[in-house]
């Protein structure tokens, strides 16, 4: 499917929803195994193993991991709120009373194979001598949370962080292994992140946010994700001027008005280059795909709220429109940052289809006290911890032993 029948099929999908958005996310599984990592994993004999025998069909073409369900798993959680302390308060659900445990007991099964499950012994040998950066937003700190804390049954590491606090350390010294949070949940350099001062932000769309550009070159992986935070007010610049803007602060003036998905592509071609051309970063890059939040019964700002206990079938949802408009950008740019001059190994990291249907993994009201007033009254956009995120744990492990060949 090119991009302009998809464009189509997402036009007509604005008028036949649910069903043709249904259909849409059916083909998603198609279009992936074009283009997704199984093919381009395929690995060939190289020149000095002709004389070694061909390795069996299964093993030439992997399975793909992030097409599936969620099946029964009555041995988790792995971690609780009292063996962890490495959870933030806004997704420490157990701790605020969340009633119910079911969404606790699920794993994640690909189609065509299993999925091993998360085995921090084994995860931290793997990363001996390596060192790991987490790039986005709170929704990347919530997956490395989710890490330490997995790997809390086995190790704990020394924490800082730069005085801004745009950057965290984690080491872990003893296993020669580093973990790295850099706080840009625009991915380029914006202006004015501090909500208090009021929004909108300034977005320099085609401007390297250096904070994380500069620093990677010091890592072995990196897993970069962006979400939420480009459905905010915001005024878009590119070529150093002002270009248009989002939800324009200035109803009456010239500016041209632009869409979230404008923003988000840019920022990941901008994020893209950046990789592809910072010196010394021969890391592997981790493209941590959209995921999709669950609001139901009115919008976040508006009484909607995540209530369900159990995960979705995957007949029983499909992603929203500007979900799949965010997940499509990803996977294209993702697709053509491979092919670059000089590309840098782009991996895809799929948690879009798997996080759809488990709108029973959220804080909901159980990220905060009870009357506490906040922005965002019911969360239904991180995940508990512990919780279904942890589960990107097991991707993550198996992603990376693929990667370095491990059996
Ligand atoms: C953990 O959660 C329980 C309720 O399930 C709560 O009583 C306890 O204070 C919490 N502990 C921490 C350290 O958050
Ligand atoms: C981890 O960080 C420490 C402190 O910055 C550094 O000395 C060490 O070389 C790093 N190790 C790896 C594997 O990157
Ligand atoms: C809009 O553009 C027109 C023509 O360029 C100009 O005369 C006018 O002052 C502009 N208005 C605002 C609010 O910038
Ligand atoms: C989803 O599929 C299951 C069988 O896999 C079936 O029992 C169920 O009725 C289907 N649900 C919907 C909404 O189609």
Redesign the pocket.
Known sequence: MNPFEKSQMRKKSRKLAPIAALALLLTIPLYLSFIGDSSSRQTFPSHDSTTAPCPPAAELQQCDLFSGEWVPNPDGPYYTNETCDAIQEHQNCMKFGRPDTGYLKWRWKPDACELPLFEPDRFLELMRGKSLAFVGDSVARNHMQSLICLLSKVAHPVEWSDPSGKQIWYQYKEHEFNISIFWTPFLVKTGILDPSLGCPFDLYLDEFDDTWSNQIANFHYVIISAGSWFFRPSYFHLHHHLHGCLYCP?P???ITHLTPAFAYRRAFQTAFRAINSVAGYNGVTFVRTFAPSHFEGGAWDQGGNCLRTRPFMRNETALEESALEFYTIQVEELRIARTLNGGRRFVLFDTTKPMLLRPDGHPSIYGHLPGVKLVMPNDCVHWCLPGPIDAWSDFLQELLRREIGDK
Do not use: K
Request: charge should be negative; charged fraction near 25%.
């Open positions: 200035v009456d003036s010239n």
